[in-house]
């Protein structure tokens, strides 16, 4: 399987802040890549695709970029109901594993 | 608009079969641009990816290793749903369950509420 390492596992920043949050693949896996936002008692939230795409009705403020076997996925202007979880997703090899999560943190 | 409704019990009890069914609507269950996912969540174990089920011609479906040997996942066109069943549940097994549909190869865009299954005697 694919090992999704994601750093860091948590994160406290202030709003207004840039923060960035890194996922690397054990393997190449091109930009076969997503990214989700989670909130407690919810299902995950579909944010970024292929990397870097923006899905639909997603604010402008969350970006992805990367390829290969590194990533990284920022907000900008952090808001206070960016508070979530934050997951990556490789799907170019089964099982289409997860990255642990990051816990991202108001201070 | 897609909507993902989930449904089966939350407490099962160790050795036994874990059952659990997605309805669909707003999407078919044989649309051909779809695969229809399951992953589960628990402190231990994370998000894990289960397997889907999809058409395209025919039926295909692939399972995570982890759960290899006892999950089966089946489509229902007829009631446009789709199931998971998990034998010889451990434990191990408990998580909150999540049904999704997959745009595409995996692209988890719409995701059912979840649901906590239990296994405990």
């Known amino acids: 399987d694919i090992h999704m390492t994601q750093t860091p596992s948590s994160l406290s920043a202030s709003v207004g802040d840039t923060v960035t949050i890194t996922c690397q693949a054990s393997?190449?896996?091109?930009?076969?890549l997503n990214w989700y936002q989670q909130k407690p008692g919810k299902a995950p939230k579909l944010l970024i695709y292929?990397?870097?795409t923006l899905e639909a009705g997603v604010t402008v403020r969350f970006s992805g970029s990367g390829s290969g076997t590194e990533f990284t996925f920022t907000i900008r202007g952090l808001q206070p109901e960016d508070i979530a979880t934050y997951y990556c997703?490789?799907?170019?090899?089964?099982?289409?594993?997860f990255g642990q999560g990051t816990k991202l943190e108001i201070k | 608009q897609v909507q993902l409704q989930q449904s089966g019990p939350g407490l099962v009890k160790p050795s036994q079969t874990l059952s659990l069914t997605c309805a669909i609507s707003?999407?078919?269950?044989?649309?051909?641009?779809?695969?229809w996912t399951w992953i589960r969540q628990s402190p231990s174990r994370g998000l894990e990816w289960l397997g889907k089920t999809y058409y395209r011609s025919k039926w295909y479906i692939d399972y995570g290793g982890s759960v290899k040997g006892r999950i089966t996942i089946k489509a229902d066109p007829a009631k446009n749903q789709f199931s998971l069943q998990l034998t010889s549940v451990t434990p191990e097994d408990t998580a909150v369950y999540f049904c999704?549909?997959?745009?595409?190869?995996?692209?988890?865009?719409?995701w059912g509420r979840g649901s906590l299954v239990t296994v405990s005697a």
């Open positions: 997703q490789q799907y170019d090899t089964l099982p289409h594993t």
């Open positions: 999704a549909r997959a745009r595409g190869i995996g692209l988890l865009d719409y």
């Open positions: 292929d990397a870097s």
């Open positions: 393997h190449d896996i091109s930009n076969t």
């Open positions: 707003g999407d078919s269950v044989s649309a051909n641009r779809a695969a």
